[in-house]
């Protein structure tokens, strides 16, 4: 006989991860992307920085920050020296959970375009901290990414999908606010620790 078999998500603790109270925007500023991670060649970071970088070219005010390291470190200097980018992009190595934190609240919009994954905990963290979150179309961001409401997935096939996600949300912060704030209610109910302990 078949076994029927329950999937418990990973939680996150949203009373820690939490949008800022203090966060002021201004206008003209760029668009604040945030990536976190291992860097490695699941993550696509050399190949997501050539699509910034093409979003740049078309107008597109952005400023990328890279968290993390792994042994695709020297392939994401490459690509940032060849494509002219160091004004725009920051690559810090790993951060403590608080430095982390505050990355995530002084940021607009989180970034994960990987070819596949697990759950990934930091997109959960990036929505519970009230973000907006543009991710690669694959099952695991479908289950925490609801495509238009609380963020974007794009087609990895098809990178001028997310030239034109990063052009709405540069041209519409109230936007991003709304989609961010409709993730978080998302983490809330679905992925707080409360709710996971109630799974098991």
């Not at 998500?9 to 291992?38: C, F, I, M, W």
């Not at 093409?54 to 490459?78: C, H, M, Q, S, Y």
């Not at 980018?85 to 920051?90: C, H, Q």
Request: proline letters at 6%; charged letters at 25%; aromatic letters at 6%.
């Amino acid at each position: 006989d078949p076994v029927c078999v329950g999937v418990i998500p990973n939680g996150v603790d949203t009373q820690y991860y939490h949008p800022s109270g203090d966060r002021v925007e201004r206008k003209d500023a760029p668009l604040q992307l945030l990536l976190v991670g291992r860097f490695h060649r699941q993550k696509r970071i050399p190949k997501t920085l050539r699509w910034l970088a093409e979003a740049k070219r078309k107008g597109v005010n952005l400023f990328t920050t890279i968290v993390g390291d792994g042994p695709e470190r020297g392939a994401i200097r490459a690509v940032i020296e060849e494509l002219k980018m160091p004004e725009s992009v920051t690559v810090k190595g790993w951060l403590n959970k608080e430095e982390l934190r505050r990355e995530y609240q002084q940021a607009d919009c989180y970034l994960n375009c990987s070819s596949y994954e697990g759950m990934p905990n930091t997109v959960l963290e990036a929505m519970s901290c009230g973000l907006p979150v543009i991710a690669s179309d694959i099952p695991p961001h479908r289950h925490l990414v609801e495509h238009q409401v609380t963020g974007y997935l794009v087609d990895l096939d098809r990178p001028e999908s997310l030239i034109d996600q990063l052009t709405e949300l540069a041209t519409d912060s109230r936007r991003g606010r709304a989609m961010g704030e409709a993730g978080r209610q998302v983490v809330l109910t679905s992925y707080c620790w409360q709710a996971v302990a109630k799974s098991y």
